[in-house]
């Protein structure tokens, strides 16, 4: 089921062939939309961006895309803002690909979203983007760097790999951050994460928060690594070597995951699935395959982040790289 966000154009919004659970009209701050959809399960939202305070102040929606998975919003901007290059290059930095501004266009994203490979035409790689965290970004840039200078003379030979939460709180934080240091022990593994700032929790070397803008400078940067791991978040994991997508089977999980997006194990087909956080017996992990037609990679029992997991995610570990 999908959601409306209209403010001005509430009519033309109100015309769209898509079943709505939920609708809004009116002008909201960002936190008033982060409160209210942060943990709302939904397909799509359309999102009106005259409903949005303050909205050309491009914090404003920086702050959103940092607690809203953006790759389920589609903008309706208006004429003019569809022209300005630079706002969109914004837009694109912060995993923001599904703008429009007409109907048809909007519903076209709807049935086939844009990647950043649909959108890489109108990035502008040297914008900035503006942070409420000034300082904090600055010292970023400064260490990282841009994206258009990191990317010459580069040899990278880590190899990426990515972890996304398939269902909600599947736990890549704490596993990324619990394989990082059993790695640790014998190669040089950084972690990364895109758009959160949970890492610094671990007072752990080698794990950096980065917003999506700077991803790859990073990368490119610790490309002489072994392993890079990364958690993805909102970022579709186009420049990860290979995604782990994480489960946790729950009922309760799996089925808020299915009510958001239907045919998950479609689109997962092929895909290494890890379920996480689980107690599922052989039996019920086969027949966990069956009813979902996929092919299970790993399955990790709750694990205790303060003792030592290391046969446990060795085997992890193994199966990854098989």
Do not use: W
Not at 104 to 123: C, F, G, R, T
Not at 268 to 293: A, P
Request: glycine share 4%; hydrophobic share 40%; charged share 25%.
């Amino acid at each position: 089921m999908n959601v409306i966000v209209a403010n001005k154009n509430q009519n033309l919004l109100s015309s769209l062939d898509v079943d709505v659970i939920k609708s809004l009209n009116g002008e909201f701050t960002v936190d008033e939309i982060i409160s209210t959809f942060s943990n709302f399960f939904f397909n799509r939202m359309f999102l009106d961006i005259t409903a949005i305070k303050n909205y050309l102040d491009i914090s404003n929606i920086q702050k959103l895309s940092m607690n809203i998975e953006m790759d389920k919003v589609i903008l309706l901007l208006d004429n003019n803002l569809m022209r300005d290059n630079s706002y969109l290059s914004k837009l694109i930095s912060m995993g923001i690909y599904n703008f429009a501004n007409n109907k048809e266009s909007l519903m076209y994203l709807y049935n086939h979203p844009n990647s950043y490979k649909d959108v890489a035409h109108i990035h502008q790689l040297n914008s900035n983007i503006i942070s409420n965290e000034k300082k904090d970004e600055t010292k970023r840039n400064k260490f990282f760097g841009s994206e258009s200078s990191s990317q010459e003379n580069i040899i990278r030979t880590a190899k990426v790999i990515g972890f996304k939460n398939a269902t909600a709180g599947a736990g890549a934080t704490t596993l990324i951050y619990m394989l990082k240091k059993l790695l640790s022990e014998k190669d040089y593994v950084v972690a990364i994460e895109v758009n959160k700032n949970d890492f610094g929790f671990f007072n752990e070397k080698d794990m950096y928060s980065v917003n999506q803008s700077n991803l790859l400078a990073a990368i490119n940067k610790f490309g002489s690594a072994n392993m890079i791991l990364v958690d993805l978040n909102n970022d579709n994991g186009e420049i990860c070597d290979e995604i782990i997508y994480l489960m946790e089977p729950s009922i309760i999980k799996l089925n808020k995951m299915m009510l958001v997006n239907k045919d998950i194990f479609d689109k997962l087909s092929g895909k290494k699935i890890v379920l996480n956080k689980s107690l599922l017996s052989e039996k019920e992990i086969n027949d966990f395959e069956f009813e979902s037609n996929s092919s299970v990679t790993f399955n990790i029992p709750p694990l205790n982040d303060r003792v030592d997991n290391k046969e446990i995610l060795e085997n992890l570990i193994k199966n990854i790289n098989e």
